[in-house]
């Protein structure tokens, strides 16, 4: 084989530098805490107040403090089957007591009053009659038609429950920027508190940049890019309780972008871009934020994900997400999650994420925090094979993020390493 004929004229490509995977000398790179915390600062709620039933409660953020309209629960009532008598009427051994005419059952209390030395069969969830403090199991008793039988000495109060033993009427029990999920509409039901002024719903739209792309539900030729990105952040910023607006695709120009963003600006609360936010020439988004946006390109020390561009379009605040769908993801959970549930009304959050041990092995050169494609093994947490930002399945293959701090690492297995669940993510 011989070499091609090339062109005399032909520019030599340079060499690579030795130092081209490194950091740009003398670049100010911001920290992600130091990001979070200077955007937890710039943020403020951007949403009014309005009232909703706590049956449509679940991923609303409460605008006022909750108390309890009444307690849990609101009366003394038996928390097993069995019978009920007033405790010092009976002593140790066997007690044998007359059972009285009826019975006491939940939604079916007994009206009148069990005498001393009577007892009284009452089924859970059943308000104890006046006269009756304690209940025997119904399982520890032998019953005739007409009397009880079991064995002493039965513990004060036993299988009951105290009014108010779990929330007393007046307790504070939410307060004002929590966030509420369907196990909190359980207790509200509980404590009788119907109406709840919450935040009216953050209005986020999302909208794709770049010539290449294209809607899945259509054809495309392989030079052609579905649009991941749009799906994905749609339906995370409906998982977080946010109404989500579909502001489509726009082409790589520059009056295109304009209307859009004007459009977005009047519909929503805040706008989550995906692509053109680097500084090349199809960057866009970053050229028009920084002519009219107020664009502040932040260097964030973060792999993968940068850059991210943040800026106000008429006021409304513009998140600039990467283009690439594994740093879009990660920098909308890292960035725009917590920036977003602070522009709701809720408090500023922080993932909780837990130390397992490491079923891998990395070394990690300092400057940049990683967030690694992670799952939970048998043998602790598995990062997926390749850490290309291109690979999309690893996102699915994931179940998590593992946390690698700022600094240089080397990390062997067995050593304890932070892994944020995805549901720590609200996914
Ligand atoms: P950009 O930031 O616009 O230079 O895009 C970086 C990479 O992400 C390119 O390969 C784009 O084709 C790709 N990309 C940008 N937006 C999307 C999207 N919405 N869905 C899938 N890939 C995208
Ligand atoms: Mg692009």
Redesign the pocket.
């Known amino acids: 084989m011989t070499a091609p004929d090339l062109p005399p004229d032909l520019p030599r490509p340079p060499k690579l530098r030795d130092d081209c995977f490194a950091l740009p000398a003398g670049v100010d790179w911001t920290p992600v805490d130091d990001a979070l915390a200077r955007l937890n600062a710039a943020v403020t709620r951007v949403v009014g107040v309005e009232e909703v039933s706590h049956a449509q409660s679940a991923g609303r953020v409460l605008a006022a403090n909750v108390v309890a309209r009444r307690s849990n629960p609101p009366a003394p009532n038996s928390a097993v089957d069995g019978y009920g008598f007033a405790h010092a009427s009976t002593k140790d051994g066997d007690q044998v007591l007359p059972l009285v005419d009826g019975r006491a059952a939940a939604g079916g209390a007994y009206d009148g009053a069990v005498a001393h030395g009577e007892a009284i069969r009452i089924l859970t969830g059943a308000v104890l009659p006046q006269g009756v403090d304690t209940v025997v199991l119904e399982e520890d008793c032998t019953v005739t038609t007409t009397h009880v039988a079991f064995r002493g000495p039965i513990r004060p109060y036993a299988n009951t429950r105290k009014a108010g033993e779990d929330v007393e009427q007046g307790a504070e029990v939410f307060a004002g920027g929590h966030l509420l999920g369907p196990q909190d509409a359980g207790l509200l039901a509980a404590l009788g508190v119907d109406r709840l002024d919450v935040f009216k719903r953050l209005k986020v739209g999302v909208l794709?940049?770049?010539d290449?792309?294209v809607d899945p539900a259509m054809q495309a030729a392989s030079d052609r890019?579905?649009?991941?990105?749009?799906p994905m952040l749609l339906q995370l910023a409906q998982g977080w309780g946010f109404e989500a607006v579909d502001l489509g695709h726009a082409a790589d120009d520059r009056d295109a972008l304009r209307a859009r963003l004007d459009e977005a600006a009047a519909r929503c609360d805040v706008i989550l871009t995906?692509?053109?936010?680097?500084a090349?020439d199809?960057?866009h988004v970053s050229a028009l934020l920084r002519e009219h946006g107020n664009l502040q390109a932040w260097r964030i020390a973060l792999k993968p994900g940068r850059p991210l561009a943040l800026a106000l379009w008429q006021g409304v605040p513009v998140f600039g997400l990467?283009?690439?769908?594994v740093a879009a993801l990660i920098c909308a959970l890292i960035f725009a999650r917590p920036a977003c549930l602070k522009m709701a009304g809720a408090a500023w959050s922080r993932p909780q994420g837990f130390m397992v041990a490491a079923a891998f092995a990395k070394r990690k050169k300092p400057g940049r925090r990683e967030y690694l494609r992670a799952r939970m093994g048998a043998d602790g947490v598995e990062v997926f094979a390749s850490e290309g930002s291109g690979r999309i399945s690893g996102l699915s293959w994931a179940d998590g993020l593992v946390e690698l701090p700022d600094g240089a690492v080397d990390i062997h297995r067995g050593d304890m390493v932070r892994y944020i669940p995805y549901a720590s993510f609200g996914m």
């Open positions: 794709s940049t770049g290449e792309l890019t579905y649009d991941a990105n749009r995906s692509g053109g936010a680097s090349g199809e960057d990467p283009g690439n769908p």
